[in-house]
């Protein structure tokens, strides 16, 4: 299984395997010694907030591009297929919330929600942080990941009739 991606000079597409795509991603192999260092490292010191996802769990991120967020580009707009990829990640972990404690009140889908409005608003402004020191970068990404927590839950708790599944 492979998935399509532009190499660094956006001129040309090529297959990936999930061990070349996470190798790509976080520069040591699937599995390898400092792989989840090296993933925190490139995340949060990404140079944009599309980057920081693009480095964020790469295996995740290989079977969503795959699965989602490729097939629903074919039949949409891009923008519109980055934010149904993001929903259905954030569905994903809403029904592991379920799973795991038998109810489920949408707080990750409305975060990732937000997470999608971030990277369309900083693509649309073209933000750019690679001058910037890692450190800066670091905390851009995270006050964008801390925003949309506070968000989500914020909205949760203002929104009389927020909905929830229960298996009760």
């Known amino acids: 299984m492979t998935v399509k991606i532009m190499n660094a000079d956006e001129n040309?597409?090529?297959?990936?395997?999930?061990?070349?795509?996470?190798?790509?991603r976080n520069g040591v192999p699937l599995g390898g010694r400092g792989s989840m260092s090296n993933m925190l490292s490139r995340s949060f010191g990404a140079k944009s907030l599309a980057a920081f996802w693009r480095y964020w769990n790469p295996?995740?991120?290989?079977?969503l591009?795959?699965?989602?967020?490729?097939?629903?580009?074919h039949i949409t707009p891009r923008w519109l297929a980055l934010v149904v990829t993001f929903l259905v990640c954030g569905a994903l972990h809403d029904a592991v919330t379920f799973v795991a404690r038998g109810s489920t009140t949408f707080l990750f889908t409305t975060m990732f929600?937000?997470?999608a409005i971030g990277v369309l608003a900083?693509?649309?402004?073209?933000?750019?942080?690679?001058?910037m020191p890692w450190l800066v970068r670091a905390l851009i990404n995270l006050i964008?990941?801390?925003?949309?927590?506070?968000?989500?839950?914020?909205?949760?708790?203002?929104?009389?009739s927020w909905p929830t599944i229960s298996s009760n």
């Open 12 to 24: 040309s597409i090529r297959q990936l395997t999930l061990r070349e795509y996470v190798r790509q």
């Open 59 to 63: 295996i995740f991120g290989f079977y």
């Open 65 to 73: 591009h795959r699965f989602v967020f490729a097939p629903v580009s």
């Open 113 to 115: 929600a937000c997470f």
């Open 122 to 131: 900083s693509e649309a402004v073209r933000l750019d942080m690679s001058k």
């Open 144 to 160: 964008y990941i801390v925003a949309c927590i506070t968000a989500a839950f914020y909205a949760r708790s203002v929104i009389p």
